[in-house]
């Protein structure tokens, strides 16, 4: 259905804006060092800067590159030249512009410096106002922020949902701050535990190489 696949691909967009928010106050001019973008090898995306990696499920498009680019021509610099967000990893069960009778099942990736958040300390807080943009795209919230352990990584977790026709979609975005990172992973699916399966994918290296921001 024509549709519903362009329906999930604008819905899914959702989860590249809020990873590229900017604060209504001026940062000030403080900018981390820019993180390994990592890549797929033998079936396995890792990132060695924020110590995760994901192994999409197989036969799953990757379209990271692409969207990459997308973001690169429209995110913001700051006054040093420095882009503020990075799309890390962009897969999707089928190519976005595909037409499909199901929800397109896709995980996200990205980091966006603290430093465009003036005052911000813990994931949590960044859930106002990712929640906010949600929210304006009709989806509703299931599940405000709760803590979410990955293997020894406490990471904090906000769940959400919106009907696609007789469908719904289901997206579940868990957050960490690490090296002058906020760092998002959004999960979407068909169903709840459709996400919880595609989570399982993530793993972390250590506690210790994931510590939160102080």
Not at 116 to 135: A, D, H, M, N, W
Not at 169 to 175: E, F, G, I, R, Y
Request: with cysteine; proline share 6%; hydrophobic share 40%.
């Amino acid at each position: 259905m024509d549709f519903l696949a362009s329906s999930v691909f604008k819905i899914f967009a959702v989860a590249l804006l809020a990873c590229t928010l900017q604060a209504q106050q001026p940062a000030k001019p403080q900018t981390a060092a820019k993180p390994d973008l990592g890549a797929i090898t033998d079936g396995v995306y890792r990132n060695s800067a924020f110590g995760f990696t994901y192994k999409p499920v197989f036969g799953w498009v990757d379209r990271t590159r692409e969207m990459r680019d997308d973001s690169d021509q429209d995110s913001s610099a700051d006054s040093t030249g420095s882009k503020k967000s990075i799309l890390l990893l962009a897969v999707f069960e089928r190519p976005p512009e595909s037409p499909g009778d199901s929800v397109n099942s896709a995980v996200v990736v990205a980091a966006e410096e603290v430093a465009s958040y003036p005052g911000l300390r813990s994931p949590e807080q960044y859930f106002g106002p990712l929640t906010e943009v949600i929210k304006s795209k009709g989806l509703t919230v299931v599940n405000e922020p709760y803590e979410f352990r990955v293997g020894e990584t406490e990471l904090i977790r906000g769940d959400f949902s919106k009907p696609l026709g007789n469908l719904t979609m289901h997206q579940s975005t868990l957050v960490i701050i690490d090296k002058g990172y906020v760092v998002s992973f959004t999960f979407i699916g068909g169903s709840e535990d459709e996400v919880d399966q595609i989570i399982e994918g993530l793993k972390f290296a250590t506690k210790a190489a994931i510590a939160p921001h102080k």
